[in-house]
């Protein structure tokens, strides 16, 4: 299973992006999928996570500016930023609870999958 995340940049505090990350590979189906965040020097830190379901979850600091969505059918979690700040500069991750075949052992198991991360600066 492979997350590979896209979007990143440079904006100005105000401004807007849009991350995207798709999962490719072999397997059953996508349990959660979410974006955590780490500014250099720091943990990092969970963004925004969604369900199979539809079911959202954002951290306090970024509620009511960034909406995390999914297309299950792309196997594809966005999350929308607006209103950036300059403190929302940091690497962001995509993950994956991915349901899959153990073909050692002949049946699913879920395991949590990283895309590469991709910058994201916010300029004052």
């Known amino acids: 299973v492979q997350l590979q995340a896209s979007g990143g940049g440079l904006v100005q505090a105000g401004g807007s992006l849009r991350l995207s990350c798709v999962a490719s590979?072999?397997?059953?189906?996508?349990?959660?999928m979410g974006w955590y965040r780490q500014a250099p020097g720091k943990k990092r830190e969970l963004v925004a996570v969604?369900?199979?379901?539809?079911?959202?979850n954002y951290a306090d600091s970024v509620k009511g500016r960034i909406t995390i969505s999914r297309d299950n059918a792309k196997n594809t979690v966005y999350l929308q930023m607006n209103s950036l700040k300059p403190e929302d500069t940091s690497v962001y991750y995509c993950?994956?609870?991915?349901?899959?075949?153990?073909?050692?052992?002949?049946?699913?198991?879920?395991?949590?999958?990283w895309g590469q991360g991709t910058q994201v600066t916010v300029s004052s």
């Open positions: 969604i369900t199979s379901g539809g079911s959202e």
């Open positions: 993950n994956a609870n991915v349901r899959a075949l153990n073909r050692e052992d002949n049946v699913l198991v879920d395991d949590d999958y």
């Open positions: 590979g072999s397997f059953f189906s996508i349990n959660d």
